[in-house]
């Protein structure tokens, strides 16, 4: 008989599938109109086959992905589950809210503690008010750990490895695990290597976000495909990206964002067994990681030539990657997110079009055209 993978985490067995509700199934289309029953469906087939940690968020679903959820799991012992939520710090004005937030989410869950507690999506945008002593929140959040009110604290990330050094350069004694997002495109496209490699020099746990990159890693061009079937006959595409996370010791929960139960019963089956990548598999994936973003990317070797000429003073290469970010993603929140992060005399819109970075760049890329484009299709939140 097969069943769920766990790991260990400070004397806890954890599933390593964990449930993420912020794709719950929703009825026409709508995203704040979550589908209940089909969502106490998912619940129920989690649990039967050892599903064990469920994770939502203040703003997923519009605020009601609490709500369900906490309803859903309200049919189980407390103590057979771990329920995950967040401080929503992606909005800075939530920052003097932490006290109100944290006891509408217990509320909205319908607990009395949470298992685990994040800060969520230090970013560029918000690193500065999260070390802000000023809005208290590692001083509230901390003291509800002390109180029981939240078992184990933590947070995730978007930011690039600068900002989470930053953060745990003040915190980092403090955080018990981190989640990031990870991805065999990502280790390279993100820089998620290094961000795995700066949570090892903390010792902190890894928890994964996005590992199928919102579905686009099991959509492959054909030769692409067939050069893994050559090294797996018998496994899709969606079963080399989790596999490529079970590669990962440091990884502890893999956060999938299931919409149906038939989606929840493929990744089951996966995490029932551990087939982590060989050294050939992971190197084949790299490669064609390599050639996707090569053939949708701007160029750009970050060799700063161009900073040096612009009368702006724009950090031209942080610019071209977060245009890079948009158009590989094909939208997303990402590069508004890093556009919002900095001043309005350094976005693209400050650019005068005087193409004297463009003289300079041994890529030769048309970075006047593509500041315009940003300005005019990349919108700050």
């Known amino acids: 008989m097969t069943r769920m993978i766990y790991k260990e985490f400070k004397g806890l067995e954890i599933s390593t599938l964990g449930m993420g509700c912020m794709r719950l199934p929703v009825i026409d289309g709508k995203d704040a109109d979550i589908d209940e029953k089909q969502t106490f469906e998912m619940v129920d087939l989690a ?26 799991l309200s049919r189980y012992p407390r103590e057979s589950f771990f329920l995950a939520d967040k401080f929503p710090g992606y909005d800075l004005s939530n920052m003097p809210k932490v006290e109100e937030i944290f006891e509408k989410q217990l509320e909205k869950c319908g607990v009395s503690y949470f298992d685990f507690y994040f800060f969520h999506n230090v970013s ?22 002390e109180n029981g009110r939240i078992r184990h604290l933590g947070f995730s990330a978007h930011g690039g490895v600068d900002v989470i050094r930053r953060f745990l350069e003040a915190y980092g004694s403090s955080m018990e695990f981190c989640m990031i997002q990870l991805n065999w495109i990502d280790e390279i496209f993100q820089n998620a290597a ?5 949570l090892k020099e903390y ?15 099991v959509r492959l061009s054909p030769e692409d495909e067939e ?26 929960v893999t ?51 161009c900073t040096s000429y612009c009368p702006k003073g724009l950090d031209i290469p942080k610019l071209l990657a977060l245009y890079n970010e948009n158009k590989f993603t094909g939208g997303g929140f990402l590069a508004p997110l890093g556009i919002t992060a900095l001043p309005e005399d350094k976005r693209p819109q400050a650019c005068i079009g005087c193409r004297k970075c463009e003289k300079v760049c041994p890529q030769t890329i048309m970075i006047s055209e593509i500041m315009k484009d940003m300005a005019e299709n990349i919108k700050p939140w």
């Open 47 to 72: 649990f039967s086959k050892g599903i064990n940690y469920f994770d939502t968020a203040w703003g997923y679903h519009a605020g009601n992905s609490e709500k369900v959820l906490g309803k859903a």
């Open 124 to 145: 560029e945008l918000n690193i500065d008010a999260y070390l802000d002593p000023a809005f208290g929140i590692f001083d509230y959040l901390m003291k509800q750990k």
């Open 194 to 198: 290094d961000k795995l490699d700066l």
């Open 203 to 217: 010792g902190i746990p890894v928890w994964v976000m996005e590992p199928l990159r919102g579905g686009s890693l």
């Open 227 to 252: 050069k893994l079937r050559q090294l797996r006959p018998d496994e899709s595409v969606k079963e080399w990206a989790f596999r490529y996370i079970q590669s990962i010791p440091e990884v502890v």
């Open 255 to 305: 956060l999938s964002g299931m919409s149906s139960v038939d989606q929840m019963k493929e990744n089951i089956a996966i995490f029932e067994e551990d087939r982590p990548l060989s050294a050939k598999e992971l190197e084949t994936l790299r490669v064609i990681a390599e050639e996707m973003i090569r053939g949708k990317i701007l160029p750009c070797t970050a060799c700063r030539y």
